[in-house]
């Protein structure tokens, strides 16, 4: 049943996912600006800027301008003043490297795009000026003009408290009618395609007022992920970092896209809606950009509920009390690896009345197995008295055909969500626990082997072989219950399946289901010790 699960959750997850956000009919309501708290960390430095300039490129040559915080390794170009490069670093008391949110691959990079969509200009391929680079200040402005049009303006500004950037946006209408455009702005994040773990948990996240929509990397290769009508927010997510756009004013489309199978970026657009612009009047945007880990403490004190992204989903609320009980725990131990013993233990505990009912049916129906194989032998040629007498015999016994598997459901969503949690937990990047098991995001690899072996690679993974020992123990404490011989067959082998499952998964999450199983099987032996309760003969 477990296998099952694990094949077809993901199936069933998508199955589940909500429809993608009906228009609002309506004029869009206006949002307050970004909070005072974020303004005023990013405000210009009243020292001297050192500014730099660059004439405007020639066609067919691209220039490029790097910048440098506490937080980011940023690289522009002025072709359509976009980030072609970020790096995050400094993002864990790990002293993990930096990580790539973004980066060029087999297509140019979209992040930060700024167009006017129907204006006859490609804003994309055009040349923008450096007006200012301070890297005290932590500011950046690109200007383009085309004469008789538009004058486009770009200024980003850096905060040094957060991995955040605050990007203003200005179009200045400078032909003699009036125009009316809609402002178009692009993000980007760069997905570890490589590893099908990390591609599995790039997705995009589209909040309305009311809802939180979501779709996976797979599925926006082959169709693209639109929501209309009031758009608060935009998440582009992988494992562990996330690039979020805020507007001060809502969205009135976004969309997300994948340009080929090929791509290693996930892409993100918002669109606003058409406003008629004045000649000389500036069409506006201010937009707060996330680029960074994703701690549910640091998301939740922005206040937009961007730490939806980790509590969203069917188990969300499993997920976030888990998410709260692993963090409180680590604070009283101080390293993740116990914490997750101690947070199994604790759920194991919680689930001990509901376990203990699931093996003590499971025994009592062993027990009364010859019985109910001579019914069979005496019924075998009438199916409704077999089913009448198995009914009777099992009544008079008190024991329930389903009592061992229901108290297992019970216990499923919260199985799940931990193993999601695991999974998810920016926390344990670089986070060791003893001896050799040294970051629990990655395979503990106790040894690192000459060659590559085919679906095991080319380290000697520990965990996963104590893990699938003890479910091969455990199987054989587990009552045998009916089932053709074909059957039993069947579940010997199910620890090996797990154990090449599990083999190359993070640590942290073979560790937790290892000390559950090493649970399950002490529980198993004080049940096994017990007596069997006595049965007359029927």
Known sequence: MSFLILIFYPLYLRWVSPPIAEPI????????????????????????????????????EEKLVEFSNQHFDVQFSDRGAVVTKLRIKNWSKQHVPPAVLVERDIARSKAFL??????????????????????????????????????????????????????????????STNQTTA???????????????DRYEAKVFTAAPDKLSTERFDKLVKKQHVSEGTVLWQALTKKYFAVILRPDQPAALARAYVTSKESATLHGVLRFAPEQIAPGGVLKHEILAFAGPQYYSELKEFGYGFEQ??????????????????????????????????????????FTPFTHMSFESMRKMQAIQPKVKALQEQ???????????TMALYKRHKVNPMGGCLPMLLQIPVFIAFYQVLVQTVELKGAP??????????????????????????????????????????????????????????????????????????????LYWLV???????????????????????
């Open 309 to 350: 992204i980790l509590s969203h989903g069917f188990f969300g609320v499993f997920k976030y009390w888990l998410l709260v009980a692993l963090q409180q725990t680590h604070r009283l131990v101080g390293n993740y690896g116990w914490a997750i013993i101690i947070v199994t233990c604790l759920v194991k505990l919680l």
């Open 25 to 60: 009919p309506g004029e869009r309501t206006s949002e307050p600006n970004i909070s005072e708290s974020v303004r005023g960390s990013t405000q210009r430095s009243s020292t001297t800027p050192t500014e730099t300039k660059i004439a405007p490129a020639s066609p067919g």
């Open 114 to 175: 700024a167009t006017l969509p129907n204006q006859g200009v490609d804003f994309e391929n055009q040349v923008f000026e450096l007006e200012r680079l301070d890297k005290q200040a932590g500011e950046v402005r690109f200007v383009s003009e085309v004469p008789g049009r538009w004058r486009l303006e770009k200024t980003f500004f850096f905060d040094e408290t957060k991995p955040i950037v605050r990007l203003e946006i200005a179009a200045k209408n400078l032909d």
């Open 433 to 510: 626990f003893i001896f050799w098991i040294r970051d629990l995001s990655e395979p503990d690899r106790l040894l690192t082997f000459p060659f590559t072996l085919p679906f095991l690679g080319d380290g000697a993974n520990l965990l996963p072989i104590l893990m699938l020992g003890s479910m091969i123990w455990q199987q054989r404490l587990t009552p045998q219950v009916g089932g053709s011989p074909e059957q039993q067959k069947m579940m010997m082998l199910m620890p090996i399946v797990f154990g090449f499952i599990f083999y190359n998964l993070p640590s942290g999450l073979v």
């Open 183 to 197: 402002l178009e702005l692009a993000s980007d994040i760069h997905v570890e395609t490589a590893n099908q773990h």
């Open 379 to 389: 019924y075998k040629k009438d199916q409704a008295k077999l089913s009448q007498e």
């Open 516 to 538: 559950n199983n090493v649970l399950s099987i002490f529980h198993q032996l004080f049940i096994k010790g017990k007596a069997l309760p006595h049965h007359e003969e029927a």
